[in-house]
């Protein structure tokens, strides 16, 4: 039996938490490699955010996210819709 499963980045909208730094930097530039249609960068501090918007004006666009802070879920959540990844 096949198990492998093949994710569809390219047009894509995610969201990745931590975009600021490390892995979450990482996963922002690859999907926007890979054709993203929209990335939301996620962080808890919005200023942080302005070196990653920078890649890609049109598709990045900043998310002031804490996962601790269910407030701030909720409203990011009621800003971006619907998401694939």
Known sequence: MNTQH???IKD???VVT???RGIGLAFV???LDRGARKVY???RDAKALDAIVA???ARVVPLQLDLL??????EAAAKTGAIDL
């Open 6 to 8: 093949t994710l569809r």
């Open 12 to 14: 894509a909208v995610a």
């Open 18 to 20: 931590g975009a600021n």
């Open 29 to 31: 530039k690859e999907l």
């Open 41 to 43: 960068a996620a962080g």
């Open 55 to 57: 890649l890609d004006r």
């Open 69 to 74: 802070d269910q407030k701030q879920i909720r």
